[in-house]
Nanobody
Framework: QVQLVESGGGLVQAGGSLRLSCAAS????????MGWYRQAPGKERELVAT????????IDAASVKGRFTISRDNAKNTVHLQMNSLKPEDTAIYYC?????????WGQGTQVTVSS
């Protein structure tokens, strides 16, 4: 059973940066497409960014293009989300999961709160 654990969230002022990490155990991520997702209060969960196991990545949420970057470290079995120029509307719980996501692999997420 694979376990995904997110970390790196916190409270930050608008314009600040955070780097989220997703550590996996129980399965090697190097042969899987992985995504970062987020869910803001009162909204549905949305896909933010994807990293492809064959190489390359996409930013899937238009609102974060140019500000967020997804990356992976196969040696450490981790996936990261670098978030710059944060805005209050980025406030959400951020999750990592496979692409497409598996229901059993939703973790606790990590809370990101951006103050204005």
């Amino acid at each position: 059973q694979v376990q995904l654990v997110e970390s790196g969230g916190g409270l930050v002022q608008a314009g600040g940066s955070l780097r989220l990490s997703c550590a996996a155990s129980g399965r090697t991520l190097s042969k899987y497409d992985m995504g970062w997702y987020r869910q803001a209060p009162g909204k549905e969960r949305e896909l933010v960014a994807t990293t492809y196991w064959r190489g390359g990545s996409t930013i899937d949420a238009a609102s974060v293009k140019g500000r967020f970057t997804i990356s992976r470290d196969n040696a450490k079995n981790t996936v990261h989300l670098q978030m710059n120029s944060l805005k209050p509307e980025d406030t959400a719980i951020y999750y990592c999961n496979f692409r497409p996501p598996y229901d059993l692999n939703w973790g606790q997420g990590t809370q990101v709160t951006v103050s204005s």
